[in-house]
């Protein structure tokens, strides 16, 4: 699904169903998503239904914690600790910042080399979309209950560490930055293999129409190839690693939070 107004990306969703029946339902609650925004009432809606050709590959999620974080300079620390730590330099992180923290919201994710800070998507207005991802019937379930006993089953959660799993299963992906555009939304994340789906509250103040996210990707990697997995290639959730309450910054950095 995506919705706009004047041109202007308002929100979007997408997802993976195995079975025909739940078709209505979803498309019925993307359109109600669509039409409830907080950013205002779209003037355009598209959604689209396709078949999958070909299997899809099974993953597992990415363990999720939250940092402590009572400041958006605290959650700014902690974001340049956790990405210096992956070799990301400093120069790239800054400007990493100001895609994730832009007013001009992009619909999709800015893919930048680690050490150049260049882009490497090819419309640096749009960003690339991640799509064809989703989760399992059962592994769904689990995350839930697993969410559900931190006070943060929210659908927001779910899809994030959704998508930040998919993206963290392409070996040439670094880390990922999020910062929701959603005004009221004011926690965002960093996902990497090695520290995992990290939530940061504070990310951003309340009210901000402020958001976006960005690939940190291996420099030379192939980003056509890299663009091609994140558009096109199905990918299901079909085991939850684990699902863990709040740690300091030094214990999700030397892992010892789990
Ligand atoms: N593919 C690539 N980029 C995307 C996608 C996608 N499928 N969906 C959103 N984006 C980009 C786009 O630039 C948006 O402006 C930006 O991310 C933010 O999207 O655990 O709600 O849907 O509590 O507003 C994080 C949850 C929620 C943290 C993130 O993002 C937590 C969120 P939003
Ligand atoms: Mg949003």
């Given at each position: 699904m995506r919705a706009s107004r004047l041109g202007r990306h308002i929100s979007g969703a997408e997802g993976l169903f195995?079975?025909?029946?739940s078709l209505a339902r979803v498309s019925r609650e993307y359109l109600r998503r669509a039409l409830s925004h907080p950013k205002g009432t779209p003037d355009s809606i598209t959604i689209t239904l396709e078949s999958l050709s070909g299997s899809a590959k099974t993953i597992s999620s990415l363990p999720l914690v939250t940092v402590r974080c009572s400041s958006t300079r605290e959650a700014k620390a902690h974001i340049i600790a956790m990405l210096k730590h992956l070799r990301i330099s400093e120069d790239v992180i800054d400007a990493a910042l100001k895609i994730a923290n832009d007013?001009?919201?992009?619909r999709g994710a800015a893919l930048l080399g680690c050490?150049?800070?260049?882009?490497?998507?090819?419309?640096t207005e749009r960003g690339v979309r991640v799509s064809r991802l989703g989760i399992g019937a059962q592994a769904g379930k689990s995350l839930s209950a697993g969410l559900a006993r931190l006070g943060i089953n929210r659908i927001a959660v779910t899809e994030a560490l959704v998508l930040a799993s998919k993206v963290a299963g392409?070996?040439?992906?670094v880390a990922e930055l999020c910062v929701s555009d959603?005004?009221?939304?004011?926690t965002g994340y960093v996902a990497s293999r090695e520290f995992g789906y990290v939530r940061i509250p504070f990310i951003k103040r309340k009210g901000q129409s402020i958001g976006g996210r960005v690939f940190f990707v291996n420099e030379n990697a192939d980003a056509d190839g890299i663009i091609r997995y994140l558009e096109r290639k199905p990918v299901i959730i079909d085991k939850i690693s684990g699902v863990f309450g709040v740690a300091d910054v030094e214990d999700v950095i030397r892992n010892t939070n789990r």
């Open positions: 195995l079975d025909k029946e007013k001009r919201v992009m050490l150049s800070g260049k882009r490497l998507d090819p419309d392409h070996p040439a992906i959603d005004p009221d939304y004011t």
